[in-house]
């Protein structure tokens, strides 16, 4: 019952530098979600993916990539990293999309970028 | 971009102390729903609500959401040092024609502590 599987869980950058976050998920769940959290902040959307073959861009996405790699699998990509991408990362995933599905998250990752 | 607004920001009582967390907004959510958050986790889903007036309760948590479906609360009767944790509420909103845009959109979150 591993739910969502984030990693790497902490991770320190230099500015400049790229680096994929890993999210895999084993519900069969088909909708999948990046998510940043900063204090004050709440959640913010960078990313999501409806159902496989699909990504959409969220509230924050500028400075992120991501691939839905597979149903399973759903990574975000920092190409040239920035103090401001300082963050915790929470990836997500929904049996459906809309409704009253509720979300199962990873257990984040935390990211510095110096 | 539409927000969602909870207070307090924060809270901190003492064991065995009622306290009440709101979710507001000015638009009309087509669902909503409660997770909380411990230090060094992810969000976990509490409840979620979809019918105006709805009133759920999972043991000393009481949720509610409002009759027009623009706010919610949560209530804890008693509450005890294992509730301390960010309780986070997250809407899905409905346009005018009541589609569901799908995203959920949280709100900033309510840091509560609990003292023994």
């Known amino acids: 019952n591993a739910g969502v599987t984030q990693t790497p869980k902490f991770q320190v950058l230099k500015t400049g530098q790229s680096m994929t976050l890993q999210c895999a998920q084993d519900?069969?769940?088909?909708?999948m979600y990046w998510y940043r959290q900063d204090p004050g902040m709440g959640l913010r959307l960078i990313y999501y993916s409806a159902s496989e073959g699909t990504t959409d861009k969220g509230e924050v996405p500028n400075g992120y990539n991501v691939s839905r790699l597979n149903k399973r699998e759903f990574s975000l990509r920092l190409e040239s990293a920035a103090p401001s991408q300082t963050s915790v990362y929470f990836c997500?995933?929904?049996?459906?999309f809309g409704g009253g599905y509720g979300y199962t998250f990873g257990s984040g990752t935390r990211l510095t970028v110096v | 971009t539409q927000l969602l607004e909870q207070s307090p920001q924060f809270l901190s009582i003492q064991e065995g102390e009622n306290l009440t967390v709101y979710c507001n907004s000015s638009s009309v959510f087509s669902s909503l729903q409660w997770y909380r958050q411990e230090p060094g986790e992810g969000p976990v889903l509490l409840v979620t609500v979809v019918t105006g007036g709805e009133v759920k309760k999972l043991k000393r948590l009481t949720f509610q959401f409002g009759d027009a479906r623009k706010d919610s609360s949560l209530h804890i009767t008693a509450a005890q040092p294992g509730d301390t944790g960010l309780y986070l509420c997250a809407g899905r909103y409905s346009n005018a024609g009541g589609t569901s845009y799908g995203k959920l959109t949280f709100g900033q979150g309510t840091i509560l502590t609990v003292h023994p």
């Open positions: 519900m069969n769940h088909n909708s």
């Open positions: 997500a995933s929904s049996d459906g």
